[in-house]
């Protein structure tokens, strides 16, 4: 994907209604239903010949008392297509040569251990699975000009009677700091933080809770994880914002959020860490149901109070006013969006000091029925070749949503499988005034 605009990209469950893969305003759509088993197209076009991911792995095997440690997921690994590839060589993040035969390479490792892992791909406009099950993740490692738009997500689907849902997050790079943003202490409610370090030193992981109790150091160990219940660090936060420092080193942070009204489960959904605080934020895509709604959680990591401005962006929201909103330094708060027409819009955020943010939409908002919860934090702008690997949901349906917070940008994707047309497509995106998408 090129732009001569800000893009932002993010992987999350629709609600009721498959997968949504965001691009971030005006919202033109590029339907995938029918491109692929697991198309794909990730990280920003790197200038060095190496990335990192970590993929978290099944949160609850190995965590006294939660039920089906059989759970197990499976990470899809993306190449970027070779036409993306060749045209994003000569943009400004462009790198990598893919004609040297042999120089690429990706590893899959297990953490903990180092048990090597099949399934990776390497070949340019592909995708392929690597399993997962037990309590371990996997840390990605590749090399070479494959790097250049290589991305990886991870899925695992739970129906059993005990867990529901579809939990999506995208592998990461890890990170010195990272805000993760889900969770309520209402009852049937818990989260679980999983922390992956595949460095081969331990790491020291601060994790604290915005406006919440004393923060908790947890050591991670060499090429390993741990999982944290969040309830151990604070239990009453009713807005909970997670806060995670590596001292001396990086880690992975991702939350994992389950729902159950009584014994029933509601649903469950995985986040990944949020863009770095900002002044200006933007959330690519939130999704509006009939029968559900859908809201912000903002933090402020610093103690001056944030005037908060949303504007809603997209062609249903072309007469939603502007929200603002005074959020306390050190805190958080939920900024609701009642009236929204069902749809997709992307969210912009704009304060007078540093925060970070995510929407938050649930399929049906009555608590004693089932439903998909998808919390899709803010994410950093890019520019060049990005990708995002998206594999088949069972009766789902994938789409690609494009919006540009200032100005215009010009796309251009490609599904990444042999089963999708190697023709690329454009998409215009408009800037973001509240008019109609092209």
């Keep these: 994907m090129r732009g001569g605009g800000l893009a932002r990209i993010v992987a999350a469950t629709a609600a009721g209604a498959g997968l949504v893969v965001a691009a971030g305003g005006t919202l033109p759509t590029v339907d995938l239903a029918e491109a692929s088993d697991a198309p794909a197209a990730s990280a920003e076009a790197a200038p060095t010949a190496r990335v990192a991911l970590s ?236 029968d559900g709604a859908a809201s912000l959680r903002v933090g402020v990591p610093g103690a001056e109070d944030a005037v908060v401005r949303v504007s809603v962006l997209g062609s249903g929201a072309q007469t939603y006013d502007d929200v603002v909103q005074t959020v306390p330094g050190g805190s958080a708060a939920t900024i609701r969006l009642p009236g929204l027409a069902p749809g997709r819009y992307a969210v912009r955020l704009r304060a007078d000091a540093p925060v970070v943010a995510a929407s938050h939409s649930v399929g049906v908002s009555d608590r004693s029925k089932p439903t998909d919860s998808m919390w899709l934090p803010a994410a950093a702008p890019v520019r060049g070749l990005v990708g995002v690997a998206v594999p088949q949901v069972p009766q789902g349906r994938a789409e690609l949503v494009l919006s540009a917070p200032e100005g215009s940008a010009a796309s251009r994707s490609a599904p990444s499988t042999p089963r999708a047309s190697s023709r690329p497509g454009r998409s215009p995106c408009p800037p973001a005034a509240r008019r109609p998408s092209t």
């Design 55 to 290: 993929c978290p792995g099944p949160d609850r095997p190995g965590v006294p008392g939660l039920p089906d440690a059989d759970q197990a997921v499976t990470v899809i690994t993306a190449a970027a297509p070779s036409e993306l590839v060749d045209e994003n060589r000569s943009g400004a993040t462009g790198s990598g040569d893919r004609s040297a035969p042999g120089a690429s390479s990706v590893e899959a490792l297990s953490v903990p251990g180092a048990a090597a892992l099949r399934g990776a791909t390497t070949r340019p406009g592909a995708t392929s699975p690597v399993a997962l099950d037990g309590p371990r993740g996997v840390d990605l490692m590749a090399q070479g000009p494959v790097v250049t738009g290589y991305s990886a997500v991870q899925v695992g689907l739970d129906r059993a009677q005990s867990v529901r849902g579809l939990g999506l997050v995208p592998c990461t790079t890890p990170t010195a700091e990272s805000y993760l943003l889900a969770g309520s202490p209402d009852e049937g409610r818990s989260e679980r933080l999983v922390l992956t370090n595949p460095a081969p030193n331990p790491v020291t992981a601060r994790v604290s809770v915005l406006g919440g109790a004393a923060p908790q150091d947890v050591v991670v160990p060499a090429r390993s994880r741990e999982v944290v219940v969040l309830g151990s660090i604070d239990d009453r936060a009713q807005d909970p914002v997670v806060k995670v420092t590596a001292d001396r080193g990086t880690v992975s942070a991702a939350l994992v959020e389950t729902d159950f009204a009584g014994a029933v489960p509601r649903g469950s959904d995985v986040t990944p860490a949020a863009a770095a605080p900002a002044t200006d934020q933007l959330v690519p895509a939130t999704v509006v149901t009939r």
